[in-house]
């Protein structure tokens, strides 16, 4: 939890974010992913300063237990000083015990963001998906957290200004918009609408932006006149030298038995496609179902 100190931004994680992106459709499949659409109702996770603090917050965590798809799991939620901003047991349930920072008292609007967070968590670990190492397996949470429905809320809590700042989650703002923008549009929402934090809806633009590149990229056929001109000087330089990876570019050239192929992230799942080079060809990507247009 950043709060009253810098915010990190840009797309440090990225890397890590579309592999999380690819290992969440490797481990639920089409349908799995499929099935966490909608996204939490903004009115599912209201809290109101009449509502009492912790029977507020079983209802919230009740909430996400029930979007998240873990029907026979129970939340305890409680609030101490803590130096991050909440913590779960992870034990073999039926119940979890949440611990949320002392803030939170007074910042109930962030609850749901919070708890978020801790519910997947508990997902995770039932689906026994992680990253090796904290930083990497904190990542993955807030993408899966976002991926699945529930993380616009990490992303309405971020509040910057001139005197004070706050930002839940180890992604960046953009990094949080990045995902929840591919998300919007896999499953054709907006989730702009729930914003109530103008920082927010700037970091979600940012992301949307970077998301929307991610289908403009050789040998996509949506890609634009100055990628397309270096992928044929790449493709030229393939044919006469076999296989080739250019620097700073998604794709590479492969030698195949019956010629060159290249290879390309999905857009969508992130996940490598190869699809051979001969001109204007249809892919269909065999992990998330998107069929891709390019011209290789």
């Not at 349930?93 to 949440?98: A, D, S, V, W």
């Not at 190492?133 to 993408?143: A, K, Q, S």
């Not at 990094?175 to 700037?202: C, H, M, N």
């Not at 794709?251 to 992230?265: D, H, I, Q, W």
Request: charged share 25%; aromatic share 8%.
């Amino acid at each position: 939890m950043t709060d009253d100190s810098e915010v990190v931004h840009g797309f440090p994680h990225l890397e890590t974010v579309r592999a999380a992106i690819t290992a969440l459709h490797k481990r639920l499949s089409y349908d799995g992913i499929r099935s966490y659409a909608p996204s939490v109702a903004p009115a599912d996770v209201a809290f109101s300063d009449l509502d009492d603090l912790h029977l507020g917050a079983q209802r919230v965590a009740h909430a996400m237990v029930q979007h998240l798809h873990l029907p026979d799991a129970r939340m305890i939620v409680s609030f101490r000083e803590m130096h991050h901003a909440a913590g779960v047991e992870l034990a073999a349930g039926p119940e979890y015990f949440i611990e949320l920072n002392n803030r939170f008292r007074t910042h109930r609007n962030d609850i749901g963001a919070a708890l978020a967070h801790e519910v997947m968590h508990v997902l995770l670990h039932r689906l026994d998906l992680s990253f090796t190492g904290t930083r990497d397996n904190e990542i993955l949470t807030d993408t899966a957290t976002t991926y699945l429905g529930a993380g616009w809320l990490l992303l309405d809590a971020y509040r910057e200004d001139g005197v004070s700042s706050q930002k839940l989650g180890y992604l960046t703002p953009e990094e949080f918009g990045y995902v929840l923008a591919k998300r919007a549009l896999a499953f054709d929402e907006d989730p702009s609408i729930w914003f109530t934090s103008p920082q927010a809806y700037t970091a979600y633009n940012k992301g949307l932006d970077r998301a929307r590149q991610d289908s403009r990229l050789p040998p996509l056929a949506a890609a634009g006149w100055v990628g397309r001109r270096a992928y044929a000087k790449n493709r030229k330089y393939a044919l006469e030298h076999g296989s080739h990876s250019p620097p700073r570019t998604p794709y590479a050239f492969e030698e195949a038995g019956n010629g060159l192929r290249v290879s390309f992230p999905c857009p969508t799942c992130q996940q490598r496609i190869r699809v051979p080079v001969r001109g204007r060809v249809r892919a269909r990507c065999g992990l998330c179902g998107t069929v891709l247009d390019c011209d290789t």
